[in-house]
């Protein structure tokens, strides 16, 4: 896998996002960029389900990416595991999340480099 991203994303800054549901409860959402050694985590109110918190996270990434100065002109993907998450954001019909998934969409948008969205 890591050759095919390495393929398709030559050039391209990583960054890893994963959100959670915890035994107790908590919710939580996170960021990873190696090249850049920052991690992030949020912890979101327990009523978020987990494909919410997975969506936040994506959310949270593009924002990160956007306000961050080392990532302004850069070309980013956003790597997920949650197939659930990135299928909303193709097919955003689905009203439970449809806010969240336009955010997304149109931070996306915002953009000057292009940006990614991979599982």
């Known amino acids: 896998m890591q050759e095919d991203l390495n393929a398709r994303y030559s050039g391209f800054t990583e960054i890893f996002t994963d959100g959670s549901k915890q035994a107790s409860g908590s919710t ?35 924002t990160f990416a956007n306000k961050y100065p080392a990532l302004h002109k850069k070309y980013i993907v956003i790597l997920s ?29 915002q953009r000057r480099q292009v940006s990614k969205v991979c599982s």
Request: charged share 10%; no cysteine.
């Open 28 to 62: 939580e959402a996170a960021l990873f960029v190696p090249t850049l050694a920052q991690a992030v985590g949020w912890k979101l109110k327990a009523a978020h389900s987990v494909l919410g918190a997975k969506l936040f996270g994506i959310h949270l990434n593009l």
């Open 81 to 109: 595991k949650s197939q659930s998450a990135l299928y909303l954001l193709k097919n955003i019909w689905n009203p439970n999340y449809r806010h969240i998934v336009y955010n997304i969409q149109k931070l996306g948008s």
